[in-house]
């Protein structure tokens, strides 16, 4: 059984590509200090912006990653603006 804070929104991002045991750990790890954990799954377009290409497409990171037990809603991550981010999720902790 998890021993969980009541009530804590947990947030992290990640672009998820070639998924490995790091973002598995990071995830589970990331659960186990919340209730509720929200992923970011960045966007093609963001991952674009620093020049790079992910691998693996959003829509298929996104699929992985909403099917991992530890995760209980997976949002596009669009921009690095935490705050933004924030302001839409209301999170109570995000995790690096």
């Given at each position: 059984?998890?021993?969980?804070?009541?009530?804590?929104?947990?947030?992290?991002?990640?672009?998820?590509?070639?998924?490995?045991?790091?973002?598995?750990?990071?995830?589970?790890?990331?659960?186990?200090?919340?209730?509720?954990?929200?992923?970011?799954?960045?966007?093609?377009?963001?991952?674009?912006y620093k020049h790079k290409k992910s691998v693996i497409s959003f829509k298929?990171?996104?699929?992985?990653?909403?099917?991992?037990?530890?995760?209980?809603?997976?949002?596009?991550?669009?921009?690095?603006d935490k705050i933004e981010a924030w302001?839409?999720?209301?999170?109570?902790?995000?995790?690096?």
């Open positions: 059984m998890k021993n969980k804070k009541h009530g804590i929104i947990g947030y992290t991002t990640g672009v998820f590509d070639l998924f490995h045991i790091g973002h598995l750990n990071i995830l589970k790890r990331a659960n186990s200090l919340c209730d509720k954990l929200i992923v970011g799954v960045t966007t093609d377009d963001l991952v674009s298929e990171r996104s699929e992985i990653i909403s099917s991992i037990k530890y995760v209980d809603l997976v949002v596009p991550q669009k921009s690095m302001e839409k999720l209301k999170f109570d902790i995000m995790f690096v």
